[in-house]
């Protein structure tokens, strides 16, 4: 299985928002919000993010945080403005930055099992590429070919000085040492990360932060603070999905929630303009409260274990383009009672035919989706106010 280091070395700040659900009479479902930007961000003033729910309705409006001015000898390359005495600086505090012990921390509360030893081993000598900002302040980036958005990780932290690179687009661990490439090819070895080697004449980091105008912070043993670049802004890219995808030649498989603890999942039909074909192997496994899975149409395989020990899963809804569900997908799931399939009974028997080992699948009852009401009543279902409901 691979290193899932965008959701473990990146999620470092990461608050992890709660998800409110949409009532129904039959279950709780997630919202599925579809972003409006009501007012861009500036460089001084903030933005207005209207989230609508797609099932119900509901709104709600998020605050999207100022960009800051992007100084270049003394005017904003963004607005104009001339940078004056009074343009805010502040010195940050140790207590402002990240260590990779409390990264460690933020993944245990996602439910990943490493020890700590296995965390600092595993995070040694890992490339993250892809590294960007996006409309909503999220930092999103890939590690070992996994993708994912893990959220707002900034920091309300101006900072004076010379970055040592420009754009950020990657950032490699290399037996301890860190090093940032920028967008012009310019690389740069800042120093080791105190955590990973213990005894070294390099300058030491013993912490990390992203403030607001999206710049990387370090902070070293000796206290001096250092600005080692600043991440790309994708000021239209607004989406907001917790799921981490795996890139494959013909799109993307999905390689489960950042966070392993959630109780009910929907996938996106795409991500980063490219369909979701696939769920990976294991993707969601031993993900122990996960009670209801939708999968998106253009999904055409789940590969083995992919649902493996998700021991309270209850109910999954897969799509008509689904062409194979391979051996132990659902094994030790025993809980599985219901599957919602899109496509056809023949279409069903035709996905299911090398799914070995998976006693709980052929256990469950399956309902075909019928948008109208068959003429003759059988095992059938459909959507009532966003839910998968059986028909009656």
Not at 169 to 174: K, L, M, N, S, T
Not at 272 to 285: E, I, L, N, Q
Not at 335 to 341: G, Q, R, Y
Request: aromatic letters at 10%; proline letters at 3%; one cysteine or more.
């Amino acid at each position: 299985m691979k290193k899932l280091f965008v959701a473990v070395a990146l999620s470092a700040a990461f608050a992890l928002t709660a998800f409110a659900g949409c009532a129904s009479s039959d279950q709780e479902k997630e919202h599925a919000f579809v972003n409006y930007i009501v007012m861009q961000p500036t460089c001084e003033e903030e933005g207005l993010m209207e989230r609508v729910c797609s099932l119900c309705g509901h709104k709600e409006y998020l605050d999207i945080a100022a960009t800051g001015h992007k100084w270049e000898d003394g005017v904003c390359t963004v607005c104009g403005a001339l940078q004056t005495p009074e343009e805010p600086s502040q010195d940050p505090v140790a207590t402002d930055f990240m260590t990779l012990s409390d990264v460690y921390e933020r993944v245990c509360t996602f439910g990943f099992k490493y020890t700590l030893e296995k965390f600092l081993w595993d995070v040694n000598n890992t490339v993250f590429s892809d590294l960007y900002i996006n409309a909503n302040g999220r930092l999103k980036g890939s590690a070992d070919g996994i993708f994912a958005d893990v959220g707002d990780v900034r920091r309300n932290i101006p900072f004076s000085g010379t970055a040592r690179v420009g754009t950020i687009i990657r950032a490699e661990i290399e037996m301890g040492s860190l090093i940032v490439t920028d967008s012009t090819g310019k690389t740069a070895e800042l120093g080791v990360i105190a955590e990973l080697v213990f005894n070294s004449n390099s300058a030491q980091i013993v912490g990390f932060v992203v403030n607001l105008q999206n710049e990387l912070l370090l902070l070293y043993r000796n206290g001096e603070v250092v600005k080692a670049g600043c991440f790309t802004t994708k000021r239209y890219e607004q989406s907001e999905d917790f799921m981490m995808y795996l890139e494959q030649w013909n799109g993307y498989a999905v390689y489960g929630p950042l966070d392993r603890n959630l109780e009910s999942v929907t996938v996106a039909g795409t991500h980063m303009g490219k369909p979701v074909v696939a769920v990976a192997d294991g993707a969601f496994s031993s993900c122990e409260k996960l009670r209801f899975v939708e999968l998106p149409e253009g999904i055409e395989s789940i590969e083995p274990e992919a649902f493996r020990n998700c021991a309270a899963l209850e109910s999954i809804v897969l799509p008509a383009s689904l062409r194979r569900i391979d051996a132990a997908v659902f094994s030790l799931c025993s809980s599985l009672k219901t599957i919602f399939f899109r496509g056809t009974q023949e279409e069903w028997r035709a996905c299911k035919k090398n799914a070995i080992n998976n006693n709980e699948l052929a256990q469950a009852d399956v309902y075909f989706y019928s948008e109208n009401a068959p003429a003759v009543a059988g095992n059938t279902w459909y959507y009532l106010n966003g839910v998968p409901t059986i028909r009656q």
